[in-house]
């Protein structure tokens, strides 16, 4: 079976947050003064979680990615990891973390079948690194790196391209990849502070930070990108690993998404951008069947965004403001 949406493009990702609780506190993340952290009730439980999971694989969908919040501050996580990667179907599991508690982990994580983890990391430098998340953690984060290469795992490091607050460290990031293997992706940032800020300039837009890496390595090289790929991907030539740059904001990869976000509690988006489509835990809990879930889900593809454009259009007018990227899953 393929999930389609009414724009023709197929749905065959999954990216689903099992909590909005995180051991970072990075302020594009959330606001500053925090966030009231969802009771235990409104969260999705495992059993909920592996329904829809379940249901969506034998909709079409081939991979899933488990974010937070940070997911591995949620209790008993590895079962749910355990439980998703058996189910028929189901090409690919990934995970993406902060790093912060996830180093012992790692062989457990391989065992399972999980061969690609996306690890948040915007600086390497450890005063700057406490300065955005307002913890002392970056030294974990690194030994999380470590154990993932040395499990020869994939990993992608995701960095929000801050102003005033990381430009410094895109040269720093970039050179990673000489004598590492992994791809560094420089993510544009974007308003999901759970405030009302809006961005009418971004000025680290994937432009500028091309332009800032070529500037360092004028020889480095286009690469093609994979089907539904969210990064323009690039190589340095004689470094072992590569460069993305991904237009978060800007948006121009709108017209090859595959993917649908279900919140921590249950609430289906089918763009980042918009304010969410209806509530999957809900339904469970007023003991729908599987008949009714699949039809709810078939008729919001149908009804999907063109864009994120579209999208957040569409949320301004019912909300004015940005969610928590904890609230909604990264």
């Given at each position: 079976?393929?999930?389609?949406?009414?724009?023709?493009?197929?749905?065959?990702?999954?990216?689903?947050a099992?909590?909005?609780?995180?051991?970072?506190?990075?302020?594009?993340?959330?606001?500053?003064?925090?966030?009231?952290?969802?009771?235990r009730?409104?969260?999705?439980?495992?059993?909920?979680?592996?329904?829809?999971?379940?249901?969506?694989?034998?909709?079409?969908?081939?991979?899933?990615?488990?974010?937070?919040?940070?997911p591995?501050?949620?209790?008993?996580?590895?079962?749910?990891?355990?439980?998703?990667?058996?189910?028929?179907?189901?090409?690919?599991?990934t995970?993406?973390?902060?790093?912060?508690?996830?180093?012992?982990?790692?062989?457990?994580?391989?065992?399972?079948?999980?061969?690609?983890?996306?690890?948040?990391?915007?600086?390497?430098?450890?005063?700057?690194?406490?300065?955005?998340?307002?913890?002392?953690?970056?030294?974990?984060?690194?030994?999380?790196?470590?154990?993932?290469?040395?499990h020869?795992?994939?990993?992608?490091?995701?960095?929000?391209?801050?102003?005033?607050?990381?430009?410094?460290?895109?040269?720093?990031?970039?050179?990673?990849?000489?004598n590492?293997?992994v791809?560094?992706?420089?993510?544009?940032?974007?308003?999901?502070n759970?405030?009302?800020?809006?961005?009418?300039?971004?000025?680290?837009?994937?432009?500028?930070?091309?332009?800032?890496?070529?500037?360092?390595?004028?020889?480095?090289?286009?690469l093609?990108?994979?089907?539904?790929?969210?990064?323009?991907?690039?190589?340095?030539?004689?470094?072992?690993?590569?460069?993305?740059?991904?237009?978060?904001?800007t948006?121009?990869?709108?017209?090859?998404?595959?993917?649908i976000?279900?919140?921590?509690?249950?609430?289906?988006?089918?763009?980042?951008?918009?304010?969410?489509?209806?509530?999957?835990?809900?339904?469970?809990?007023?003991?729908?069947?599987?008949?009714?879930?699949?039809?709810?889900?078939?008729?919001?593809l149908?009804k999907?965004?063109?864009?994120?454009?579209?999208?957040?259009?569409?949320?301004?007018?019912?909300?004015g403001?940005?969610?928590?990227?904890?609230?909604?899953?990264?």
């Amino acid at each position: 079976m393929v999930l389609t949406d009414n724009h023709g493009r197929a749905i065959n990702y999954l990216r689903l947050a099992v909590t909005d609780r995180c051991n970072l506190r990075c302020f594009y993340c959330m606001p500053e003064e925090g966030i009231d952290w969802l009771s235990r009730n409104d969260l999705m439980t495992y059993e909920e979680m592996m329904r829809a999971c379940s249901l969506l694989v034998k909709m079409g969908i081939q991979k899933i990615r488990i974010t937070g919040g940070e997911p591995f501050v949620r209790k008993d996580l590895m079962l749910l990891l355990k439980g998703i990667s058996e189910l028929s179907g189901l090409q690919e599991l990934t995970v993406t973390t902060n790093g912060v508690v996830t180093a012992p982990l790692v062989p457990e994580l391989k065992k399972l079948g999980i061969r690609s983890v996306n690890l948040s990391l915007d600086t390497l430098d450890r005063n700057r690194f406490f300065a955005i998340t307002h913890r002392d953690e970056l030294p974990a984060v690194m030994e999380t790196m470590e154990q993932l290469l040395l499990h020869d795992m994939e990993v992608k490091i995701n960095a929000v391209v801050m102003e005033g607050k990381n430009t410094e460290d895109i040269i720093s990031l970039a050179e990673l990849t000489k004598n590492l293997p992994v791809s560094v992706r420089f993510i544009e940032e974007m308003s999901f502070n759970g405030g009302d800020k809006h961005y009418s300039n971004l000025t680290w837009d994937h432009v500028r930070i091309l332009e800032t890496i070529k500037d360092r390595f004028p020889a480095i090289e286009k690469l093609k990108d994979p089907a539904y790929s969210t990064s323009y991907n690039y190589k340095i030539p004689g470094h072992k690993g590569s460069v993305g740059i991904i237009a978060a904001y800007t948006r121009s990869f709108c017209g090859t998404c595959n993917r649908i976000r279900i919140t921590p509690q249950g609430i289906l988006k089918t763009c980042l951008y918009d304010a969410g489509v209806f509530n999957v835990k809900d339904m469970m809990r007023l003991h729908r069947s599987n008949e009714e879930l699949a039809a709810a889900f078939s008729d919001a593809l149908g009804k999907r965004a063109k864009d994120g454009w579209e999208a957040e259009q569409k949320r301004n007018l019912l909300t004015g403001t940005h969610e928590s990227m904890a609230a909604i899953g990264g």
